[in-house]
């Protein structure tokens, strides 16, 4: 059984998924792992899914008013031998569908096929698994990391979006001789938040800026 095997990462035909798994895991996942050779091993890639669910409850946590992260309190970071991390990815499961992302859905609703190829490949890898405890840690804190880069970029990405179109608004606004005083204040303020990386609190500066449409 070789689960997103080969050099050939999106052949999923040849695992037990069958056909119908391709396109199962995030592009950019993909991408990162056919470009770095660790993730050729399969249980380095379900440590790396492991802690890149960890990082999408993380991150739907500090949305919710957690500052410290709830979640990363379930890794040892001493080391973790595999009856830890399956319990882990138990707890991942019921943390997938305990919380929401910013489209109202449950976590689980957006990731359940990342879980389900993790859950595979431990599956797949469970009577001979070889990595240490302190690698076990490694590889989840490598998927957590990449998580949090994604967070992060397609935050800036929808910044960029929303401060674009905004930014239009205003400028064909005052082309029709409107005050657009505040509207310029606001996107001062929007810019100088994301020149600080933060774009949440960028976007919702942004928000203030009401795009009224046009009557016909």
């Keep these: 059984l070789n689960i997103l095997g080969g050099k050939n990462m999106n052949n999923m035909g040849t695992s037990n998924i069958g056909e119908g798994g ?24 379900a440590l790396f899914l492991l802690g890149y ?7 739907a946590q500090s949305g919710s008013g957690h500052k410290n992260k709830p979640i990363l ?26 919380y929401k992302s910013g489209g109202g859905k449950s976590l689980l609703e957006y990731n359940e096929d990342t879980y389900a ?17 302190q690698e076990n840690v490694f590889y989840t804190l490598s998927g957590y990391a990449f998580s949090n880069y994604l967070v992060r970029k397609r935050s800036k990405d ?23 005083k505040e509207e310029k204040r606001l996107l001062d303020e929007a810019r100088e938040l994301a020149q ?21």
Excluded: C, H
């Design 53 to 59: 669910l960890v990082g999408e409850i993380g991150s």
């Design 22 to 45: 391709k396109g199962m895991l995030p592009n950019e996942i993909m991408e990162y792992w056919s470009k770095v050779v660790l993730y050729e091993d399969e249980q380095k890639r």
């Design 196 to 216: 600080n990386y933060k774009y949440r609190e960028a976007r919702q500066v942004l928000e203030k800026i009401e795009i009224k449409e046009e009557e016909e």
């Design 117 to 133: 190829v993790l859950k595979l490949l431990i599956d797949n890898n469970i009577i001979k698994w070889t990595l240490s405890n």
């Design 73 to 98: 309190d379930k890794i040892n970071f001493q080391g973790m031998g595999l009856e830890k991390l399956i319990r882990l990815s138990d707890e991942v499961f019921e943390k997938l569908r305990q």
């Design 158 to 180: 929808k910044y960029n979006e929303e401060y674009k179109k905004r930014a239009i608004y205003v400028e064909e606004a005052e082309q029709e001789g409107k005050n657009v």
